[in-house]
């Protein structure tokens, strides 16, 4: 069963190297890709059902690379949160690559796009299962070379200026994240995630001082949030999503971005709760890492929706509306993490609010890449995507404006659309926080919550009526709409009726990933020296 775990790394590494073989015969290359990602579902679904849901599945399993136990060897892993994460990295996967084959020209499919893609997935694949932190860190810059490759993918001057701050911005951030790797390794001698918790939990026991880890978790909360594009490190962000190819933005937004995310959740709650380290800070005393983790990321979150919120409302494009928007999206799923560290660690509140993230992580990815590439069909047709200029797209392609306007409700939050559920846990987080203990960040975070939903409201009702709504323009009249583009943006827009519709199974995975994050000695038993099957 262990070789599930592997099994959509080797899948996806495999599809890679096939489709640079193939680089020659462009139709067998186009073909290989598309079933590569189609094996990438395949194998995520049957991984997570066998190993995490499925009623005979033991809730986490470990493959050992090379048969080197943990804590020597490499240790990947899949319990209920990589799983969660691995299924949005697939849904969104799949709707890429089939977007990809219909919207890049053929020539450009050409110039390693397909290998790109994939080498982008393995990157992903491999940080949600990686058991250390080095590997964390290795897999961290497969994803950034490639990242930076595609954003310089048309070769133009904005895409190089944008690749260029990217690629400056990681290449810091990266930095930071080394020294914080090995600053843990010198303060807790190991560098897998379980054996860490296990010597943080008892550190007399190990000879630990645990005094230096909130300053080292910091450097690597600041790495993570670059990553995540929150502010102040989302400079980044709008430049990078119009240069890149869209597939690739829709990726960028919703898979890259919950890598930053999910490395935070791991991080912090499975590894450095276990802690204990007084953190003293105005207006907070607390006994563990968790204590400095709420007060700022919940700024950073607070932060990320007033700008992206207020950036998306005066925005002219399409692609810069979404990116801004992404932004202030991502600032919703900080805050409910931000709530989580806050809260009593022996209460509900904490589990309930990690859930919450995720369920708007699942979201976001989900009508933030609808919405991009519905962006990309757009363009593709009229050749603009400047708001001024797309009056009439509702009456003249019903079907591309269905999507779209299905992928802005979800962001507005309109039942039964996985952006309702979304923002509704995210707000009853809020409201749990508050009553539970009133303090400035719970007030915060209910008022800025509050306002970014009152600016999604605005900047999506100005994305419809100033952009799809209204007499016909002149380059929408002469738009020609690719069905095969369409067909894919119909399908994605399904998934974000159906999930909301059937929600109750979504949020029980929620609540199984929440559980997998929080749950450190569950962690530590399967990953640890005792635990896992091998290779």
Excluded at 123 to 145: C, K, P, R, S, Y
Aim: proline residues 5%; neutral net charge; contains cysteine.
């Amino acid at each position: 069963m262990s070789v599930l775990v592997i099994a959509p790394l080797i899948v996806a590494l495999t599809t890679v190297l096939c489709t640079l073989v193939l680089g020659r015969r462009p139709r067998l290359q186009r073909a290989t890709s598309v079933a590569g990602a189609v094996g990438y579902v395949g194998t995520v679904s049957v991984a997570v059902w066998a190993l995490v849901l499925g009623p005979a599945a033991p809730g986490a399993a470990v493959y050992q690379v090379g048969d080197w136990p943990a804590p020597f060897g490499i240790t990947l892993v899949l319990d209920g949160l990589s799983a969660f994460m691995l299924t949005i990295a697939a849904g969104v996967g799949i709707a890429s690559m089939l977007f990809s084959v219909r919207y890049v020209t053929h020539e450009n499919q050409r110039v390693y796009y397909h290998p790109l893609f994939h080498a982008l997935l393995v990157g992903v694949t491999g940080a949600f299962l990686t058991g250390d932190l080095f590997n964390l860190f290795v897999w961290f810059e497969v994803m950034l070379i490639v990242s930076y490759v595609f954003v310089a993918f048309y070769g133009t001057d904005r895409a190089t200026a944008a690749s260029f701050r990217y690629l400056v911005m990681n290449v810091f951030g990266s930095a930071l994240m080394l020294v914080a790797v090995g600053g843990l390794y010198a303060t807790t001698g190991t560098l897998n995630m379980a054996d860490m918790a296990r010597r943080l939990a008892t550190p007399d026991a190990y000879g630990v001082d645990p005094a230096p880890v909130v300053g080292l978790s910091a450097l690597l909360l600041a790495v993570f949030a670059l990553k995540a594009g929150l502010v102040p490190f989302q400079f980044w962000v709008p430049s990078a999503y119009a240069a890149a190819p869209a597939p690739v933005t829709a990726m960028l937004a919703g898979v890259t971005k919950k890598v930053g995310i999910y490395a935070i959740v791991r991080l912090y709650f499975t590894v450095f709760a276990a802690a204990t380290v007084p953190v003293e800070m105005p207006g907070i005393t607390a006994t563990s890492p968790l204590g400095f983790l709420a007060p700022v990321l919940g700024a950073m979150g607070v932060a990320s929706i007033v700008v992206g919120g207020v950036g998306a409302v005066g925005q002219g494009r399409l692609v810069s509306v979404f990116a801004y928007s992404s932004i202030g999206q991502v600032g919703f799923i900080a805050v409910p993490i931000a709530i989580a560290a806050a809260a009593d660690p022996a209460g509900t509140l904490r589990g309930a609010a990690v859930a919450a993230a995720l369920v708007f992580a699942l979201h976001h990815a989900l009508a933030k890449g609808l919405l991009f590439l519905s962006a990309a069909a757009v363009t593709d047709a009229t050749k603009t995507d400047r708001l001024r200029d797309l009056g009439g797209v509702a009456g003249h392609s019903p079907a591309l404006s269905g999507a779209v306007f299905v992928g802005l409700l979800s962001l507005i939050g309109l039942p039964p659309l996985t952006g309702f559920f979304g923002k509704f846990l995210a707000f009853d987080a809020a409201v749990r926080g508050l009553a539970s203990g009133p303090g400035t960040l719970s007030a915060l975070a209910l008022a800025a919550l509050l306002l970014g939903a009152v600016l999604t409201i605005l900047y999506a009702t100005r994305v419809w009526v100033d952009g799809f709504w209204g007499r016909e323009t002149a380059a929408v009249e002469v738009a020609s709409v690719e069905s095969g583009q369409v067909a894919v943006l119909v399908a994605l827009a399904a998934a974000v009726v159906l999930v909301g519709v059937g929600f109750d199974p979504i949020y029980r995975f929620a609540e199984t990933a929440a559980t997998a994050a929080l749950d450190g000695e569950a962690y530590v038993d399967v990953v640890g020296p005792n635990g896992g099957d091998g290779a």
